[in-house]
């Protein structure tokens, strides 16, 4: 069974950590009796999405990117090991908020009242 706890952890287990102010502070969780919701908060941790879409470092002799879509890639990825892994109940409940929510944000868009994704203002 999918519980936030679940959810939790397994975003939390793919945020950067170096002094622990992003793992502490980016995530917003919240639950009802439909969905799980995952907020990363850009306003309370400015520097997220630099991190998402990664620096280069120079490491052992050469440059690495860091971090590079460790939302995009590594967290989705394990969020959809974890849907694989629900009931056949669950997983219908899961694709139609999915659907859902794909479709409230092309019509936000459409409409011109959501330019783009952004950090919530409100925390």
Do not use: C, W
Not at 2 to 31: A, C, H, W
Not at 50 to 79: C, M, R
Request: proline share 2%; charged share 20%.
């Amino acid at each position: 069974m999918i519980t936030l706890s679940n959810i939790r952890l397994t975003v939390q287990n793919y945020i950067p950590y170096d002094k622990g102010f992003m793992f502490t502070n980016v995530n917003r969780f919240s639950e009802d009796s439909t969905k799980f919701s995952v907020t990363y908060d850009g306003n309370a941790v400015p520097y997220a999405m630099y991190q998402e879409y990664g620096f280069t470092h120079y490491k052992s002799g050469k440059f690495i990117d860091v971090n590079q879509y460790f939302i995009q890639n590594d967290t989705v990825n394990a969020l959809d090991y974890v849907i694989n892994s629900a009931s056949a109940g669950e997983k219908s409940l899961i694709m139609a908020q999915s659907k859902r929510t794909v479709q409230a944000r092309a019509n936000q868009i459409s409409q011109g009242t959501l330019q783009s994704l952004k950090g919530n203002k409100n925390r």
